[in-house]
């Protein structure tokens, strides 16, 4: 393949000069995570973390998935800074640009080739499904696992042993999904070395260990229904098709509006064509897509090393892609969050295609048209998903309670909190109280809002519709307003 080569494209430009305009259009196009607010986990986590230590890191004793590296350390952490939420954010965006960049380097050293490494890592850092991962403060566990899990597997292949085993035990104290890893890593340590390393062997006892762990915990977690285990093999394909279709760029709401995978969209999914914002989303995307199909075909119809090479891309891909979505596949709750690793291996394929085209001259045009094209079709799927994911609703919503509950006098002699439902209220779910009650995570609100007040009860009229004396009552339409 063409080594890529940007002072033979645009003169006097390198890698290393460009990198500070693309950090920048990144922060532009995800720039809305700094305008979300506290809601829903981040109370949870905010109230848990307020006396943490070394003890409460490590114990397994705990009703929730065990996470303490991005949950209780990470909130923990933003109680002490300045302008916490902004700085959260600022912390986000830091983590998964490293997150990035070891990315880079990671592709860079297992296949040798620059133009693959740039492409598929620009392809990666703009996907619009970062959304899911760089908005809310919560979901900061998928980005440090990211982030933890390139960066060992570079050092790694580096032979910095010390430095691969350290994040990838960071890495499991964020997510389990770091537990797939060991098998990656020696698989690629093999093909690149042609033999074993005893350090291998600490990558499985540490991953054995937390097995283990991660059992414990869960026995002792209540357990949703909507992540409960189905050995199904009917959700398995339906949702591995969900997940590969979002990769390739498909809108999240879409599985909420179908039937089966095969069935056409029903109901108010048309009316989202009625704004111009998802019109430019979505035919793009159908324009990229469509054009990448094309040059998938004329590759693979031209018998050479590239037909062999992007077919191998395309087989190794997918089949790692599935490999970290594995664990998601038996349960009905379906998140672009997971997207996280898996979407590396799509970028690759796709990375694997800009290279091949970029090293025939007369098909670089094409390149730059159809990275432009990501780019614009990707920008409008990020404001359509901070629509979509209705962060937006949830923070003003936390926003707007912050403004309530700073009246003092109002509360000052209050027993507890009752949550009341509007008097006209069509869906119960998004306008009344039970809405009010997700976002702000039951009680867990109030060691943010009232932290004098560890006495403070607070009820909500979808649980209890008669208000307990003492209450002081906060209608719903106060905290939505429309």
Same mark, same amino acid.
């Given at each position: 393949m063409y080594k890529f080569s940007l002072t033979k494209f645009v003169p006097g430009c390198s890698l290393k000069k460009l990198t500070p305009y693309i950090v920048f259009l990144f922060v532009i196009f995800f720039f809305g995570a700094f305008s979300t607010y506290y809601f829903n986990d981040d109370f949870y986590f905010l109230k848990i973390s307020r006396n943490f230590n070394l003890t409460t890191f490590i114990s397994p004793f705990r009703t929730t998935f065990y996470r303490p590296l991005p949950t209780e350390f990470f909130y923990f952490f933003l109680q002490k800074l300045p302008y916490p939420m902004i700085t959260g954010h600022l912390i986000v965006f830091a983590v998964f640009l490293?997150?990035?960049?070891?990315?880079?380097?990671?592709?860079?050293?297992?296949?040798?080739?620059?133009?693959?490494?740039?492409?598929?890592?620009?392809?990666?850092?703009?996907?619009?499904?970062?959304?899911?991962?760089?908005?809310? @403060?919560?979901?900061?566990?998928?980005?440090?696992? %990211?982030? &933890?899990?390139?960066? *060992?597997? /570079? !050092? #790694?292949?580096? +032979? $910095?042993?010390?430095?691969?085993?350290?994040?990838?035990?960071?890495? @499991?104290?964020?997510?389990?999904?770091?537990?797939? %890893?060991? &098998?990656?890593?020696? *698989?690629? /340590? !093999? #093909?690149?070395? +042609? $033999?074993?390393?005893?350090?291998?062997?600490?990558?499985?006892?540490?991953?054995?260990?937390?097995?283990?762990?991660?059992? %414990?915990?869960?026995?002792?977690?209540?357990?949703?229904?909507?992540?409960?285990i189905h050995l199904n093999p009917k959700l398995f394909i339906n949702n591995s098709l969900w997940y590969s279709l979002w990769s390739l760029g498909f809108p999240a709401m879409m599985p909420d509006y179908m039937r089966s995978i095969f069935s056409l969209p029903f109901g108010a999914f048309w009316d989202y064509f009625?704004?111009?914002?998802?019109?430019?989303?979505?035919?793009?995307?159908?324009?990229?897509?469509?054009?990448?199909?094309?040059?998938?075909?004329?590759?693979?119809?031209?018998?050479?090393?590239?037909?062999t090479n992007l077919v191998r891309f395309i087989i190794g891909g997918s089949v790692l892609s599935l490999y970290f979505l594995f664990p998601v596949l038996p349960i009905i709750h379906k998140w672009m969050v997971r997207l996280t690793i898996p979407l590396i291996f799509i970028s690759v394929v796709e990375g694997c295609v800009y290279a091949i085209l970029w090293s025939q001259k007369k098909k670089r045009a094409l390149v730059v048209f159809l990275l432009v094209l990501y780019l614009v079709w990707n920008y409008f799927g990020i404001k359509q998903h901070e629509v979509i994911s209705t962060y937006a609703l949830e923070s003003s919503i936390t926003q707007n309670a912050a403004l309530v509950f700073s009246d003092v006098r109002r509360f000052e002699n209050c027993q507890s909190l009752y949550i009341q439902n509007p008097k006209q209220m069509k869906m119960s779910s998004w306008e009344g109280s039970e809405k009010i009650a997700l976002t702000l995570s039951g009680e867990s609100f109030v060691s943010y809002y009232f932290p004098k007040r560890n006495d403070l009860r607070v009820f909500y009229a979808y649980k209890t519709p008669i208000i307990p004396k003492g209450s002081c009552i906060v209608d719903s339409n106060e905290l939505i307003k429309k």
């Open positions: 490293i997150g990035v960049y070891f990315l880079y380097k990671t592709i860079q050293e297992i296949t040798k080739n620059n133009s693959l490494s740039i492409f598929s890592s620009i392809l990666y850092l703009f996907h619009f499904s970062h959304v899911y991962q760089l908005y809310w @403060l919560a979901t900061f566990q998928e980005v440090a696992q %990211f982030a &933890l899990l390139t960066s *060992s597997l /570079y !050092y #790694l292949l580096r +032979k $910095k042993f010390t430095l691969s085993v350290v994040m990838f035990t960071l890495a @499991l104290f964020s997510k389990e999904q770091a537990l797939l %890893f060991p &098998l990656i890593a020696i *698989s690629f /340590y !093999y #093909l690149r070395y +042609k $033999k074993p390393h005893p350090i291998l062997f600490a990558y499985l006892i540490l991953d054995f260990f937390f097995i283990g762990l991660h059992l %414990f915990v869960n026995s002792r977690a209540p357990v949703l229904s909507e992540y409960a009625k704004q111009p914002m998802f019109i430019m989303y979505f035919f793009g995307m159908i324009l990229y897509l469509g054009m990448m199909m094309v040059s998938i075909i004329g590759i693979l119809l031209v018998k050479n090393k590239d037909r």
